[in-house]
């Protein structure tokens, strides 16, 4: 006959049911905890859906009186929240990051039973799986926000990162705290148990791919995204050794979910890259001081100039692929700049072999901006190889544009190297000699080159001309063929990186010379010296009629682009034009 338990007594070891029950208890408040967790991010991500809808509800309706309350607190806060702040892409994204910290602070301690260091430890971990979901989320290339707001993958690439290191710091909080629990009440045993060991597996993991996007990112990034996703393949499958159940632990269920969504991810882009590398392929053409042409013979569905593509060319690496802007779709054109690895090896390559066709496809694409067609006034800001996003929307909005339209378009490019503008020598005649030119007013800088120095070497007007400009570059068969003007409607692209495509400090303003050039072979004015980037773009702004509509971009290094961001925004008024603004600022 089994004797009923005993009460515990003061001072004496719980029974066995008593602790099954503390952890019953534990394990419910820890669920109760990481649902209200992702509510709350999801609450967030909510606030931000129905910010963009209704701001474009009272964008739509520009002068309503009904929707005037709306349109007046959305430019107050734009005004605010678009200006930059140190340690931050702008004070709108250290609000962003303010509040998810504040999430988890309260929902570290929500509820905790603090009689044991255990429940601490046992919440730090729950913490660390629900903040390793949102990782992931945050990480797709397919990201439904894309759709339901105004941010692509990239751009929530910093949040990404600030929610990969708290992840990292939970886990390093769950572990330590459980060590010391274990040690110290004489459970070390425990400690050598397989779900432990999977559990230690999995701290060094997170802790190495931390580090590596820390250290190695910056200076190998092929090399540290091959260990990034062989270390997420590890986390994920050790973090389900470490809770293997689904009933009562409900951990093994996230990270299911976290898997899945991965997966899928994974899944829909080789799909797309398989189907578009049916018969298809890439010319290649060297240009020079290092960049790259590259022709697709399959244009990509949905492809607009400014969005980016993933290009894969299994002859220059089998199992990479890397985006690049797209900025020509008829047909599919992209200009890379050299770097290191891949964008080294396809410039050799494309040396040694110009204008060779090798079998190539893309999948994408991805990135969302504003439509330059709902604007009354353009105003395209560039700095470096970064004119290979604003030369794409000015070519494409010149094509959609009608003789009589009264769009405007103002192009500003600063640039150090000659070879650069060469780049775009036909894209950039382009602009001139279509029907609508006297719609868009050019401006280019030349900051790195004497004057005596850039006249002495002319700028070819057509691709022939570019090919005898640089000795090592043959005659393209591309630039051989009949169809040749097809391409000169179209523009080019740059590959996306971390480093600064140019190093120009914009708050270091040259005088630009008293004499305006032209560049031979083209009616085009050049002016030697930086632009006063923060004149221009507030007389762009101002000078619009308040019931108009006025879109910035900008593209190119962080001092140019903070400035255009802080001058933009110090001109949105609630009675003033309707103004967007648009910054490429790409974090891989």
Not at 358 to 373: C, K, L, N, Q, V
């Amino acid at each position: 006959m089994a004797m009923p338990s005993s009460p515990s007594l003061p001072g004496s070891t719980p029974s066995a049911s008593s602790m099954s029950m503390s952890k019953e208890s534990r394990l419910q408040v820890n669920v109760q905890s990481l649902s209200y967790y992702a509510a709350s991010l999801a609450a967030l991500i909510a606030i931000f859906i129905i910010g963009h809808w209704a701001r474009r509800l009272a964008w739509n309706a520009h002068r309503s009186t009904i929707l005037y309350p709306i349109t007046a607190l959305s430019r107050t806060v734009r005004r605010i929240c678009l200006r930059t702040l140190s340690g931050f892409t702008s004070t709108g994204h250290a609000i962003l990051v303010l509040a998810f910290v504040a999430f988890n602070a309260l929902f570290s301690f929500y509820q905790v039973d603090y009689s044991k260091l255990s429940n601490i430890a046992s919440r730090f971990g729950w913490m660390a799986t629900g903040n390793l979901a949102f990782v992931v989320f945050l990480a797709l290339k397919n990201t439904p926000l894309a759709i339901l707001t105004a941010y692509s993958y990239e751009r929530l690439n910093s949040l990404h990162q600030i929610a990969g290191y708290t992840t990292l710091v939970y886990t390093i909080l769950h572990a330590v705290l459980y060590s010391y629990y274990f040690i110290n009440s004489g459970k070390i045993h425990i400690l050598q148990e397989e779900i432990v060991t999977a559990g230690i597996v999995l701290g060094f993991a997170m802790l190495s791919t931390v580090l590596a996007g820390t250290i190695i990112r910056r200076l190998k990034y092929e090399l540290f995204y091959v260990i990034h996703v062989a270390l997420f393949v590890v986390i994920v499958v050790t973090l389900g050794m470490h809770r293997p159940s689904f009933d009562p632990d409900k951990t093994l269920i996230v990270t299911v979910l976290i898997a899945a969504a991965w997966f899928s991810d994974r899944l829909i882009r080789f799909t797309r890259i398989a189907y578009n590398s049916i018969n298809n392929e890439a010319a290649v053409f060297p240009l020079p001081n290092g960049g790259t042409r590259i022709v697709l013979k399959k244009p990509l569905s949905r492809a607009r100039p400014g969005k980016h593509c993933y290009v894969w060319i299994p002859q220059i690496r089998a199992f990479e692929t890397h985006p690049f802007t797209i900025v020509a779709t008829e047909p599919m054109e992209l200009i890379i700049n050299t770097y290191s690895g891949f964008t080294r090896d396809l410039h050799l390559f494309a040396a040694k072999n110009p204008g060779a066709s090798i079998r190539a496809s893309a999948e994408g694409p991805y990135g969302t901006f504003p439509d330059p067609m709902d604007y009354d006034k353009v105003v395209l800001v560039a700095g470096g190889s970064g004119a290979t996003f604003t030369v794409g929307l000015a070519a494409d909005m010149l094509r959609r544009l009608s003789p009589d339209s009264p769009k405007k378009i103002e192009f500003i490019w600063a640039t150090r190297s000659r070879e650069n503008i060469v780049w775009f020598t036909q894209h950039l005649n382009h602009l001139i000699t279509h029907e609508c030119a006297p719609k868009i007013s050019l401006e280019l800088h030349l900051t790195g080159v004497e004057k005596m120095e850039a006249a002495s070497t002319p700028l070819p007007r057509s691709p022939s001309q570019l090919s005898t400009a640089v000795p090592s570059i043959a005659p393209s068969p591309i630039e051989k063929r009949p169809d040749l003007s097809a391409l000169s409607t179209q523009t080019s692209s740059v590959a996306l990186g971390d480093a600064d495509l140019e190093k120009v400090d914009p708050t270091e303003r040259v005088e630009p010379l008293e004499n305006v050039s032209a560049l031979d072979g083209l009616s085009l004015p050049l002016t030697y010296g930086r632009p006063d980037i923060e004149a221009t773009v507030r007389q762009a702004i101002l000078s619009v009629d308040k019931d108009k509509k006025v879109l910035v971009a900008a593209c190119g290094p962080t001092g140019l682009v903070d400035k255009v961001r802080n001058t933009t925004a110090s001109c949105i008024t609630v009675d003033g034009p309707s103004v967007e603004l648009h910054c490429e600022q790409f974090g891989w």
